[in-house]
């Protein structure tokens, strides 16, 4: 049986359909043998495996017989487990709903919630579980979504059926919102991945309801719902920290909390590089303990830290428009299986998009990227770059053009693949134009940029972009830089880091600045992982320029690259589980190290880059690049960016300006997008309040000169009034 079985999975994953079948009837014999309660839990499993096959093979009608016959097996089982019940009777809908028999799907996906909320006991479909008596379980936020799901279907264009429907999606978000809260950080985004699509229908919902109601609680919901969908993991982690500086938490837990962190990353990263290793899963499991009963042990000591951790409130439309200076627009893009939709807000103006895009907008997004990613491959291609440029700005901007006319300040927050385009670069249409006529190279060449329009910054989302309060540490020193040497010979030993170069001017830049601003500079030798990790958290501009690593499947394994000290030492990669786990209160973190902005693309949290991991450990704000930026072009753009920043100006605009001044002195062939558009800023854009350099010198002098012509004046009155005293008493 157990020989058997390995066939079945063998079979399933070599989509070997026939010969699944096939290994399945014959275990199904061998089974009915030896008939006894546990052959009945197997006959149970081997039935829904031979569903599937029978399923995959196009033959429905069998497999609803196959999958009838494991229900009423694991039903005769002892002690029967609810969510292997559930499981089969989701299958059930499933094919019936493939066979357009909806009314018996939804009899199946409720009879799937009644198996694993042992609450409701009411076998028909209209009964409905309370809120408060959901388990936290996988099954159940599946069984809410499907059940949804179908009466939506049946009943489309009954109002009731479907505010009815949209209760059950939201149901489905609260349970994966509170499986989200608990497991590993992989596992979190797991959940994410899969309730995407809940999220989409939900919002979907809300929408035809407003659009057939007008009524304004139905477009507040929807836009609720885009936001809760948004970075839900890292706000959580960023409540976790406000939550510990709010609470008082004593210096000697919160290192305690930071060792076992700092364990349990070192655990994850080793079970990586070996996944087999029994040992290493129980130390990883060990750990993973001893942190969950330490934060659990704190919540119950510090309740003011356990409501801040847990507040999962999202803000408003009105909230995010009060919070919106003059000038100033909000765009949110939800990027769903079928449709993208976009939330445009400025001070006065709410607009939204739903927009059931073409199948080729992923690969649109791509061959325009590849003109960055790859740009010796495709300089010369200036026509299809101009053509892909409009067709995505048609798609992304022409629809919510009036509430970014006015606007000289742009927060966006991109979704999925959308986290991976250079905003600046997209030309605004006009949408009274007609695009069916329109030249796009014409009118790309003749539109103004969206860069050149406003300046333009990033977010996760509107809660962590305006609810997110900055740290402004003023115990901290001000400016701290790393800027590694790649010395080929002991990096040639790597496949990893055999072909990177050494970045002269990265440390020259990175020099500069610290003596500007008064601050230090680990350069060359002095770069090392062990020198980041000990002194990060003493500055309040961390800038780190040098190379990364990213891989785009597994997130963890993407790293920055230090100075390495010796052949064949593994201690010169800062892996991303090592960037969750620290404990950073900067107000800014500039990657300009190669791709710091890419990453595994994970629904609803967002690119798993290397910026977002500086976010996720406190810093309020980063600024990163999406490609390869040239190191000549990066130090140009970096010292002129950096300087702005210390005379006070806000991270956007500083960078917004330091690309316009680059493009005024580099050269006619060094002027395409590929070598300026990659650097963005994510996160708050307040300016900076720091303590060194001459652009806060300057505001010294102002001050003191005012002080000092305030002391002479009094000085002047005064000798004045005695002179006059002293004429009189003559």
Known sequence: IIINNVLLFIYDQSQQYQKGKTAAQKAIQLLKKTQNDRTNYLLSRVYSSLASFEDKLGQLDAAISSIQTAIQYAKNTHNAQGRDLAMLYVDLGNFQLQIQNKK???????????????????????????????????????????????????????????????????????????????????????????????????ISTCLALFNETKQIKWQQQAFNLMEESRAF???????????????????????????????????????????????????????????????????????????????????????????????????????????????????????????????????????????????????????????????????????????????????????????????????????????????PEKNTQNNILLGQHAAISYAFSATVQFAQPPSHNTNLLTYGGYAPLYNSALLAADSLTKNLTDLPEARQTVANIAHRWKGDAFVAEQATKDQFLTTVANYRVVQVAGHSIINDSIANNSKLVFTQTQVNANNHFLDLSDMYALHLNADLVILSACNTGLGRVARGEGIMSLARAFSYAGSSSVAMSLWSVPSQATAIIMETFTKLLQDGMPKHLALQKAKQAYLQVAPPEHTHPYYWAGFIVIGNTDPLTVNAGWGNFKWWWVIIGSLLLGFGLVYMAARHKNKSGSSRLT
């Open 104 to 202: 018996e799907a939804l009899k199946n996906y409720h009879y799937a919630l009644m198996a694993v909320v042992p609450t409701l006991t009411d076998s028909s479909w209209q009964a409905m579980p309370l809120a408060q008596n959901l388990p936290v379980d996988s099954w159940v936020m599946t069984a809410l979504h499907l059940k949804g799901r179908a009466i939506a279907s049946i009943l489309p264009n009954d109002t009731a059926a479907q505010i009815q429907a949209l209760t059950y999606y939201i149901l489905s978000l609260k349970c994966a919102q509170a499986l989200k809260t608990f497991g590993s950080e992989d596992d979190k985004i797991t959940v994410s991945e899969h309730v995407y699509h809940v999220y989409e229908q939900a």
């Open 233 to 439: 993991i890292l706000r959580l982690a960023l409540n976790d920290l406000q939550g510990k500086a709010f609470s008082q938490i004593p210096d000697e837990l919160m290192q305690t909390e930071q060792n076992l962190r700092n364990l349990v990353a070192e655990a994850q990263q080793n079970i990586i590089e070996y996944p087999d290793s029994i040992a290493l899963q129980d130390s990883l499991l060990r750990h993973q303990k001893q942190y969950e009963q330490m934060i659990a042990a704190l919540e119950s000591e510090y309740p003011a830290y356990y409501q801040i951790k847990h507040n999962t409130k999202t803000l408003s439309i009105a909230d995010i428009q009060k919070s919106l200076v003059p000038k100033t627009a909000y765009l949110s893009y939800f990027l769903g299986d079928s449709a993208l939709f976009i939330f445009a807000l400025n001070k006065d103006t709410v607009i939204i998009s739903q927009f059931f895009y073409p199948d080729n907008l992923n690969e649109t997004i791509l061959k325009f990227n590849a003109h960055f990613t790859n740009y010796a491959q495709h300089k010369t291609s200036k026509k299809a770059y101009q053509q892909l440029a409009y067709t995505l700005s048609k798609w992304l901007l022409q629809p919510v053009v009036p509430a970014i006319q006015g606007a000289n300040f742009i927060i966006i927050a991109p979704d999925g693949v959308l986290g991976l385009l250079p905003f600046d670069v997209l030309p605004i249409i006009d949408p009274q134009q007609s695009t069916s006529t329109q030249n």
